[in-house]
């Protein structure tokens, strides 16, 4: 399956934004979708995940309450609403895809899209 992330972009803090993730290849609804991050000099981390029929979505300490995944498996897109946005949001955000697993390793993730960039001011 191929991914393509889209809706990066400037917000200010406290402001919102929302990313999608365009999949091709394969069916979607067969396949779990993650959510990644990774700021300049620090590490990737986990955002938030949705299993293959949306019913489970774990989430990062760091954005519970604030972002909400979902996905539209007709439309075969996937979706991170990010509200209340904060400067440490700051990230290259990456979709990404796996079979079986729904849940927040890196390493199990098979399918990567390129990253949508999310700048928040303050």
């Known amino acids: 399956v191929q991914l393509q992330a889209s809706g990066g972009g400037l917000v200010q803090a406290g402001g919102s934004l929302r990313l999608s993730c365009a999949a091709s290849g394969r069916t979607f609804s067969t396949y779990t979708m993650g959510w990644f991050r990774q700021a300049p000099g620090k590490e990737r981390e986990f955002v938030a995940a949705?299993?293959?029929?949306?019913?489970?979505?774990p989430y990062a300490d760091s954005v519970k309450g604030r972002f909400t995944v979902s996905r539209d498996n007709a439309k075969n897109t996937g979706y991170l609403q990010m509200n209340s946005l904060k400067p440490e949001d700051t990230a290259n955000y990456y979709c990404?895809?796996?079979?079986?697993?729904?849940?927040?390793?890196?390493?199990?993730?098979?399918?990567w899209g390129q990253g949508t960039l999310v700048t928040v001011s303050s």
């Open positions: 949705i299993s293959r029929a949306g019913n489970n979505t």
């Open positions: 990404a895809a796996t079979p079986y697993y729904n849940g927040p390793l890196g390493r199990m993730y098979n399918y």
